[in-house]
Every structure is written in structure tokens, then in C-alpha cells.
Antibody, heavy 114, light 110 residues
């Protein structure tokens, strides 16, 4: 069955970067876009960007442009989201999801604290 | 890209029907039939309930239905049940080839 397994929780200091992974299984990895979505505590879902795993093309939300980088490793069926210049406002659960969001990862809590 | 507008809360009694609206623009909701609805229980990942405006994924109850008119999409839950109490988010593809989510709606079963 289709499944996404994300990397574990992270604690980072302000100004640092974090890289979250999302390993896909149960389908052909290159057949669906992978999106990254985050949710700050008590807040709404917020779309960050997506990657076409087939050719590596990406598109980012204007809000995160310049701070976020989404990549993939097709040999490992894994997508990555790296966010730099972290502040406390980046404390959130980060999710990966595919295509029209029929399957989601379990979420990765990133805490930014000095 | 501004978030799509949803009511903050909607409530209903068991067995009743409720409708959640999701208002965007002609550059997102109104321009494409790629509107989805997601259910999210506290501490859990979202779950897809409706895709492409009105299609239900396998396993989703037929009590959930979607519709769109102009720049506003809507999700109707009929025969409201206690298990439907949750947060609901709409999302839409946009003319910038991005996605945008709604502000979210808390559904309460009285």
C-alpha cells in the first residue's frame, strides 16, 4: 500500500537550517508530484512547495522563496525539504503528500528554540 | 497567494446536514476543477475527503459531498455523526501552478 515515512523530530537553533526527508513506498515514485505542507501550532495548513520527482522541477510558495529547497533521490524514492534561516515562527509540523494529497506522511515536528 | 476563506466554525446536531464554504478567486477555485477537501483530527495528519470538486476517494462515506459555483466551493456533510467533529480544510490549484489552502473550519457536533 502507498505509504510515506518521514524523518524524526528536530530541534534547531535560530538561524540554523533543517532538512526533513519523506520516503515513499507502494507506488512508482516518479509518477506523482510531492508537496510539502506545514502547520504551526494551532494554525492552518500552509503549502510550501512541490517537486516533480521525474525531472526534479520545483515550485515554491512566494512566502518561502529563497529559504526553502525541495529535492529528491529517485533511487531511494525519497523527497527532501530543507528550510534555512530558521526563526521561532518556523516551529511547526511539516508534512509531505503526493499529487492531489490522497496520502500524507505522518508529519515531522521541527522546533526552533535557543 | 492569500488563503482561501472558510468560516471559522460550523455546528450541527447529529443527523443534520451542514455545509462549509470555501471562497477564492478566478485564479484558483473559480479557474480550475482542482478543489480538494481535507479532514484533520487533532494531532493527526490530514485525510483527503473530496478531490476535483466532487469526487470521493475510495473508503470515504457518501455522506460527504462537494460542489462548486463560481469562486466558491462547498463541502456538505449529511447525516452528521459524532465522528465528523474535526477541522476541515479546502485547497485549490492556482494559476501560478501552486497550491493554496483555506483558513480552516472547526466542525462541532452538538
Amino acid at each position: 500500500q502507498v505509504q510515506f515515512v518521514q524523518s524524526g523530530a528536530e530541534v534547531e537553533k535560530p538561524g540554523a537550517s533543517v532538512k526533513v526527508s519523506c520516503e515513499a513506498s507502494g507506488y512508482t515514485f516518479t509518477s506523482y508530484a510531492i508537496h510539502w505542507v506545514r502547520q504551526a501550532p494551532g494554525q492552518r495548513l500552509e503549502w510550501m512547495g512541490w517537486i516533480n520527482p521525474d525531472n526534479g522541477n520545483t515550485k515554491y510558495s512566494q512566502k518561502f522563496q529563497g529559504r526553502v529547497t525541495i529535492t529528491r533521490d529517485t533511487s531511494a524514492s525519497t523527497a527532501y525539504m530543507e528550510l534555512s534561516s530558521l526563526t521561532s515562527e518556523d516551529t511547526a509540523v511539516y508534512y509531505c503528500t503526493r499529487g492531489q494529497s490522497d496520502y500524507w506522511g505522518q508529519g515531522t515536528l521541527v522546533t526552533v528554540s535557543s | 497567494q492569500s488563503a482561501l476563506t472558510q468560516p471559522a466554525s460550523v455546528s450541527g446536531s447529529p443527523g443534520q446536514s451542514i455545509t462549509i464554504s470555501c471562497t477564492g478567486t478566478s485564479s484558483d477555485v473559480g479557474g480550475y476543477n482542482y478543489v480538494s477537501w481535507h479532514q484533520q483530527h487533532p494531532g493527526r495528519a490530514p485525510k483527503l475527503m473530496i478531490y476535483e470538486v466532487s469526487n470521493r476517494p475510495s473508503g470515504v462515506s457518501n455522506r460527504f459531498s462537494g460542489f462548486k459555483s463560481g469562486n466558491t466551493a462547498s463541502l456538505t456533510i449529511s447525516g452528521l455523526q459524532a465522528e465528523d467533529e474535526s477541522d476541515y480544510y479546502c485547497s485549490s490549484f492556482t494559476s501560478s501552478t501552486t497550491l493554496v489552502f483555506g483558513t480552516g473550519t472547526r466542525v462541532t457536533v452538538l
